[in-house]
């Protein structure tokens, strides 16, 4: 009898689970994203939400690791015929996914095909026109896109006697000189280096960073970022680091510490760390547009994004397609963009989340938080802050990167820094000009 | 008169060597082969468009700067680590050799390290050097040293090597150790008997029957640093800052996982598998015959 018990009863309560899958199958939509802790938590809300609205699709987000093992395992999975259905993936990969004309299908064909409404109009300029082609055509969704800001300690300020946080640069060195005179570690310190002390740096100048409109009009770009500003600006840095009104400390989100730790009394990176900071800081702060020269620009352009986007690739059925461009619909309504902007500190990339976010009171109860989206929509973007489109640009990244810690080091000079750095990333876009064939 | 004895044609070896082969085939020579191929071609991330360019992958890699400073940075590591490891290791094989009570408890705690994974080891040193919240350089900068790896190459360098001879010293106890235990006592109480102290005793008679062991260890560390840091250094520094700890083993990862340039990766491991070859080829000829017993 015990027996019967333990083999049939197991076996019956198995059939009616079957029988029951088989009854509500949903076809499943793929979703390798990026996004670790907390942020997780919050796709797999997002998916979970979306997945209770229907029964015909179910959307299954999957945690792949950072950004550059997301899209490398995606590759990998596309060359051996497992892609995903939707893949995040950070902006400097925008062009090997865009040269990847036979893997990728591009969102704007996918929702017309689909017969799903798309309206390009509501999104927001400097967010979608990172992502278009030169003919306007959108090839991924906007997800989670930010700016670097520049983060303060109000109250490190006050005991160092800094009046009003610093529009320009001569004013970011006379206030980390008060700090520092006051007692502070350092003034100021950034992560994310190449991204907001080169590209944006040069975006909020209106300076380029590449020939063909930052790589947009081609792959046949030369890099310009080895330009006088841009080495004065290393040089600078460099001088300052010398008696700590800067201090280096790390190529991504590492330096955070140094900031929340109050050593440093202002900290340069993406808006995107609003949750984080909020967690440890344990001072009021506040964050700003950043920093620019006066004697280049009158006032500033307006900043780049960061961030990622999601990218369908192809090779997967009709139906399933259509699963997920009412995804797509869903992770982009006002409701699903305001929520997730307001809990991450990332920008909403559609006008009406915005003003949503406005009508619910986000920005009074929280001011500054809309300091991304104001920086990105400063000024209509020009062809040298639209963005940057260049290949291979993961590695140039790192290649920028290195260049800058040796300056920081003292190894190289401000210029010479540079000149190399402009110098190797143009060896490795000509090798994506010829690995493309374009 | 000697009779020559003639098997008959039998397919039992045949059958009995065929498992091992095909594993060979399959996890070495076709992945060999694929990554030799792969070596040859200019290629896109997403393999959709491919030029065979025959060797100008290995052209361009010695072209390239970085590639010649990541060589000689290299054999540096791997040097460092090989030395600080053995050394080390041979001090405490001396020291627990002559323990007489508790050995057994020593022998085991010194073990312990080989059995934490690379990047659980990188982990840990990091944490305790990070320049904001690490503890020993808390204690660096009371005596007024300023640690940075996060800036300073040498430090990085240094932190490295560091965590990589502090895993590995474990191993190389182990054999060390045996290799002490393995020494006839005879030899040791004649000479001490002849009027030799403990020094001139390690120097001339233990140390040099030693020898075999430490060429055999002396081999396998540089193997070690060679290839199986990569999650220390992963870990730790990500071959930053500026390149300094950015070894070649970790250049394949970057160039090919990160940068996505297969061609380029794949050249890279060739020429990092002909070096295995040359290692393992040094070891057999020598560590068999040279090496005096």
């Known amino acids: ?438 | 008169m000697l009779k020559n004895v003639h098997f008959g044609p039998s397919v039992l070896p045949f059958l009995l060597v065929a498992p091992q082969i095909i594993v060979t085939i399959i996890f070495f020579i076709w992945p060999a082969g694929q990554a030799l191929y792969q070596s040859l071609l200019i290629q896109d991330a997403f393999g959709l468009s491919t030029e065979f360019v025959w060797l100008e992958n290995f052209v361009t890699l010695f072209d390239e700067e970085q590639y010649r400073n990541s060589f000689g940075r290299t054999i540096v590591f791997s040097s460092l680590v090989a030395f600080l490891s053995m050394s080390f290791a041979l001090i405490l094989a001396v020291l627990a050799d002559r323990v007489i009570k508790g050995s057994g408890t020593y022998r085991t705690l010194l073990i312990w390290p080989y059995a934490v994974a690379p990047v659980t080891a990188g982990a840990l040193w990091v944490f305790m050097f990070d320049p904001t919240l690490g503890i020993v350089t808390y204690g660096l900068s009371a005596m007024g040293y300023d640690w940075n790896h996060k800036l300073n190459g040498s430090e990085a360098m240094a932190l490295v090597v560091m965590a990589a001879a502090w895993k590995q010293v474990a191993y190389n106890f182990l054999f060390f150790l045996a290799g002490l235990q393995s020494i006839p006592k005879s030899l040791i109480e004649a000479a001490a008997i002849d009027g030799a102290g403990p020094v001139k005793r390690f120097r001339d008679i233990i140390f040099p029957l030693l020898s075999p062991t430490t060429f055999f260890l002396l081999v396998i560390n540089i193997v070690y640093a060679f290839f199986d840091t990569f999650g220390i250094v992963h870990v730790m520094t990500a071959g930053g800052p500026a390149g300094a700890t950015n070894i070649l083993v970790y250049k394949v990862f970057s160039d090919g996982f990160v940068g996505l340039d297969l061609g380029g990766s794949a050249a890279q491991s060739v020429i990092l598998m002909i070096i295995v070859i040359g290692l393992t080829v040094i070891q057999f000829k020598y560590v068999e015959k040279k090496v005096a017993y």
């Not at chain 1, 979608?128 to 109250?155: C, H, K, R």
């Not at chain 1, 800081?281 to 004697?295: H, I, R, T, V």
């Not at chain 1, 997920?324 to 869903?330: C, I, K, L, T």
């Open chain 1, 1 to 438: 009898m015990s027996i019967f018990k333990k083999l049939f009863v197991p076996a019956v309560l198995a059939a009616v689970a079957g029988g029951a899958g088989l009854a509500s199958a949903a076809t499943e939509v793929q979703w390798w994203h990026a996004m670790g802790g907390t942020n997780g938590e919050r796709v797999n809300k997002i998916a979970a939400d979306f997945n209770a609205t229907q029964s015909e699709y179910k959307v299954v987000p999957t945690f792949k690791g950072n950004y550059t093992e997301t899209m490398t395992a995606a590759i990998a999975a596309f060359r051996a015929k497992k892609q995903p259905h939707i893949v995040q993936v950070f902006e400097v990969g925008t062009a090997t996914m865009m040269a990847a004309k036979g893997a990728v299908y591009p969102v704007e064909e996918m929702m017309k095909d689909a017969g799903e409404p798309f309206d390009k109009s509501q999104y927001l300029p400097a967010v979608i026109s990172y992502y278009q082609t030169s003919d306007g055509e959108l090839l991924s969704m906007p997800f989670n896109s930010s700016t670097p800001v520049l983060w303060y300690n109000a109250d490190a300020f006050k005991k160092a006697g800094v009046a009003s946080v610093p529009k320009t640069w001569p004013e970011m060195k006379a206030a980390s000189e008060k700090l520092v005179a006051a007692g502070y570690k350092c003034g100021f310190s950034f992560g994310w280096q190449s991204w907001v002390m080169v590209e944006n740096f040069s975006a909020w100048h209106n300076l380029p960073m590449g020939t063909e409109e930052n790589g947009f009009k081609g792959t046949n770009t030369i890099f310009e970022f080895d330009n006088d500003i841009v080495k004065t600006h290393m040089t600078n840095l460099q001088d300052w680091s010398k008696n700590k009104l800067f201090v280096y400390g790390g190529r991504r989100g590492d330096s955070l510490s140094m900031f929340t730790n109050g050593e440093c009394g202002m900290w340069m990176n993406s808006s995107a760390y609003y949750g984080s900071i909020k967690k440890q800081a344990k001072f009021e702060f506040g964050q700003s547009m950043l920093p620019f020269y006066p004697n280049v620009i009158k006032s500033p352009q307006n900043s780049i994004i960061g961030g990622a986007t999601l990218w369908v690739l192809k090779g997967k059925k009709a139906d399933e397609y259509k699963g997920v461009a009412q995804f797509m619909n869903y992770l982009s309504s006002p409701e699903v963009q305001a929520w997730w902007h307001q809990e991450t500190g990332y920008v909403p990339i559609t006008t009406p989340a915005y003003e949503l976010s406005k009508k619910q009171g986000f920005y009074k109860s929280n001011p500054g938080t809309d300091t991304a989206i104001k920086q990105l929509s400063l000024n209509t973007p020009t062809p040298n802050s639209r963005g940057i489109r260049f290949g291979n640009f993961v590695q140039i990244r790192d290649v920028i990167n290195e260049e800058m810690e040796a300056i920081w080091s003292g190894d190289k000079t401000g210029a010479a820094g540079m000149d190399e750095a402009a110098k190797r990333g143009d060896v490795l876009l000509r090798k994506f000009e010829r690995a493309n064939g374009s």
